[in-house]
Nanobody
Framework: QVQLIESGGGLVQAGGSLRLSCAVS????????MGWFRQAPGKEREFVAA????????DYGNSVKGRFTISRGDAKNTVYLQMNSLKPEDTAVYYC????????????????WGPGTQVTVSS
């Protein structure tokens, strides 16, 4: 059974940093693009970032450009989200996703999703 498990969420003050991780088990995702979405209470799910399987291309949501960085581990079966200069509006549940096609992941139509990890940024 394929599982994506996020970790690294928590409570941080505005201006601080967090690093989220997403580990895959059950199969190899080293050729799959992966990404991150987030959803705040009462809001729609929002695209955060995505990365191709070999890391040679990335994409970011406008609200996080210049502050967040997505990367993959050496084994390509793990994806990270480094979040700097956090703002209260970054508070949300962050979800890891994976899919076959990069543009599909960016659109939020990836076939695989993790359960999410809560990120709370206090002002």
């Amino acid at each position: 059974q394929v599982q994506l498990i996020e970790s690294g969420g928590g409570l941080v003050q505005a201006g601080g940093s967090l690093r989220l991780s997403c580990a895959v088990s059950g199969r190899t995702f080293n050729t799959y693009p992966m990404g991150w979405f987030r959803q705040a209470p009462g809001k729609e799910r929002e695209f955060v970032a995505a990365i191709k399987w070999n890391g040679d291309a990335t994409d970011y949501g406008n609200s996080v450009k210049g502050r967040f960085t997505i990367s993959r581990g050496d084994a390509k079966n793990t994806v990270y989200l480094q979040m700097n200069s956090l703002k209260p509006e970054d508070t949300a549940v962050y979800y890891c996703t994976a899919g076959v096609v990069f543009t599909t992941v960016v659109r939020g139509a990836g076939a695989y999703w993790g359960p999410g990890t809560q990120v709370t940024v206090s002002s």
